[in-house]
């Protein structure tokens, strides 16, 4: 009986040798590719092509969703975030930063997009989306700029001081959240093929309920008579699959809670003025110095900035599987290094958005 415990024991050791030798063979294989410079291929998603349009009638489906996707996102983290930044910071300094980052996440989407057309001759290949990280954004609102502000205050010091050095600590986590973006980058495509899909929904399965789910439920709930219709719309729309003609889903939901709020006199003109007048035109900052400053005060909130950074991982990698499900095979590897440079250009011109 020892002998063949022993024989099983053996076998098992075998076993699981065999699968690190496959696994490290693999991650080689990773690093001979990432090392590998493949110039033409480059160059071949700038060159003209005569069988790639650029615009056909459904992107015009494609824009509206992910640019209502972004606006609600971003308008929910402007109402969130004014309160406690004010306006010089949130308009003058995120903002900018975050149209930077846009321009720089979708132009090079697209330059992947052309660039895989090219290679495989085809007219039908899809640009895969880009935008603001969810989780990723109520997550640094909630528990990095609150508790930053909050506590600043407790210890008497001025409102614009807290305000600046909430808004510095959060940036700073951001670039951290990219260098870790950067690193992941690198094991994109060994993650995408040896972890279950559950494992890596489970690092943002807690900052999507409680940051999306359950914060924004509770808001909600102060204001039912105009936000529970929006709520039924996206809830039919999105999980029941009810159309509503050529309309997206959340423009609907969009149209229908603006028109609710001014018919029960939560909107006034008033306050349309006060807003009419942030509208100007702001330059990008580049608070580099100040950032690296308040690097030192980030390690309470690193338990936010890696999560964060596994979650536009994991958006990615998802991103990447669905599109490769549907005949376009992006490299894993750099749509990951396209959203940490993304996240790191959103840090360096003060935007403390994760970008996916």
């Not at 493949?38 to 009638?57: A, I, M, S, T, V």
Request: some cysteine; overall charge neutral.
């Amino acid at each position: 009986i020892l002998e063949s415990n022993g024989e099983i024991l053996i076998m098992n050791n075998d076993s699981t040798s065999k699968k690190q030798h496959i696994y490290l063979r693999h991650l080689k294989n990773e690093f001979q590719e990432l090392l590998t410079f493949h110039p033409q291929e480059w160059l071949n998603g700038l060159k003209p092509n005569r069988n790639y349009p650029l615009f056909l009638r459904g992107d015009i489906d494609g824009f509206i969703t992910l640019f209502i996707n972004n606006l609600a996102t971003l308008l929910a983290v402007v109402l969130s975030l004014t309160p406690i930044l004010g306006d010089q910071i949130v308009y003058g300094r995120i903002l900018p930063g975050f149209g930077l980052s846009m321009c720089f996440g979708n132009v090079y989407y697209v330059y992947m997009a052309r660039k895989l057309a090219w290679k495989e001759n085809r007219s039908d290949v899809c640009a895969q989306p880009y935008g603001i990280n969810t989780p990723g954004a109520f997550a640094f609102i909630y528990s990095i700029i609150f508790p930053t502000y909050y506590s600043c205050l407790q210890q008497h010091f001025s409102i614009d001081y807290c305000r600046d050095l909430s808004f510095y600590v959060a940036l700073a986590s951001n670039f951290v959240t990219s260098c870790i973006l950067l690193v992941l980058s690198l094991f994109g495509e060994y993650i995408r093929r040896y972890t279950p899909g559950v494992a890596l929904l489970s690092s943002i399965s807690a900052l999507g309920f409680v940051y999306l789910a359950l914060n924004e439920f509770l808001e909600m709930n102060t204001v039912p008579i105009v936000s529970f219709v929006p709520f039924a719309i996206v809830m039919i729309g999105y999980l029941g699959n009810v159309k509503f003609g050529p309309l997206p889903v959340a423009l609907v939901a969009l149209i229908s809670g603006t028109a609710l709020a001014w018919i029960c006199q939560l909107n006034t003109g008033h306050a349309v003025v006060e807003a009419s007048k942030l509208i100007k035109g702001y330059a990008p900052v580049f608070p580099v110095k100040e950032m690296f400053k308040n690097l030192a005060n980030i390690g309470p909130y690193l338990s936010t900035s890696i999560p964060t950074a596994i979650s536009i991982a994991v958006g990615t990698i998802q991103c990447v599987e669905s599109a490769k499900r549907n005949g376009d095979f992006y490299p894993t590897r750099e749509s990951l290094l396209a959203d940490s440079i993304g996240t790191l250009t959103a840090a360096l011109f003060g935007s403390i958005l994760g970008m996916t």
